[in-house]
């Protein structure tokens, strides 16, 4: 069974910085790839980042840039490093994770979002 806890929401200042942390424990599954979405009130929740075992990355254009994606994967954690951030990022953040049961099966897992507030 997956657990996921994230951390490091809060308030920042435009143009300030801040960094998300996801870490996924449990047994019997492998973990493949994970990343954030975000989802603001009245949109549907939208890709920021994702990175696969392999390291490679992928970004939304809006975030391409300011925004970076890591990954440990020895403990399965993966942090998201948010630079130069503009009031348009303001929105609830959910780590992702996808992973791979004992019987070969794909699935994946939410977190249960953390705030993101860009204001002055």
């Known amino acids: 069974q997956v657990q996921v806890v994230e951390s490091g929401g809060g308030l920042v200042q435009p143009g300030g910085s801040l960094r998300l942390s996801c870490a996924a424990s449990?047994?019997?599954?492998?973990?493949?790839?994970m990343g954030w979405y975000r989802q603001t009130p009245g949109k549907q929740r939208e890709l920021v980042a994702t990175?696969?075992?392999?390291?490679?990355?992928n970004y939304a254009d809006s975030v391409k840039g300011r925004f970076t994606i890591s990954r440990e994967n020895g403990k399965n954690t993966v942090h998201l490093q948010m630079d130069s951030l503009k009031s348009e990022d303001t929105s609830v953040y959910y780590c992702?994770?996808?992973?791979?049961?004992?019987?070969?099966?794909?699935?994946?897992?939410w977190g249960q979002g953390t705030q993101v507030t860009v204001s002055s």
């Open positions: 992702w994770v996808q992973y791979i049961t004992k019987s070969w099966t794909l699935r994946d897992y």
């Open positions: 449990g047994t019997s599954f492998t973990v493949n790839t």
């Open positions: 990175i696969n075992n392999g390291g490679i990355s």
